[in-house]
């Protein structure tokens, strides 16, 4: 049974936490990331940002983009920038959402998972 599969019956419970961020792949060690991302469901926008909040986002990828939708600037929204991508896996054995960013992997966990 591969790790993701470990942690399907988990989800439901660890669906109502909120994931905060703990590293990105160029701080992490590369096998780690490797099997995160060869576990990886793909999953939305919307599902993505239940768990990771703007403000998590935000701690990440500063005020590049625009992460609200009452925000009333012409910037890019995160969700539609066709260079971002939004995961779930498991990461070094706990639950993890994560984004892709022009190939870079920002990893989400909650913290008592």
């Given at each position: 049974?591969?790790l993701f ?23 992490a ?36 983009y ?12 995160f969700?539609d ?22 190939a ?10």
């Amino acid at each position: 049974m591969c790790l993701f599969e470990q942690y399907i019956m988990n989800w439901y419970r660890l669906a109502q936490e909120q994931y905060y961020f703990v590293t990105d792949c160029v701080s992490a060690k590369g096998d780690d990331i490797t099997e995160m991302v060869d576990e990886a469901e793909d999953v939305t926008w919307e599902e993505f940002n239940r768990h990771v909040s703007n403000d998590e986002i935000r701690l990440v990828m500063g005020d590049f983009y625009d992460y609200d939708d009452q925000d009333n600037n012409a910037g890019l929204k995160f969700q539609d920038d066709p260079y971002v991508s939004f995961h779930k896996s498991v990461y070094r054995g706990r639950p993890c959402y994560y984004f892709d960013h022009s190939a870079i992997e920002y990893v989400f966990c909650p913290i008592n998972a």
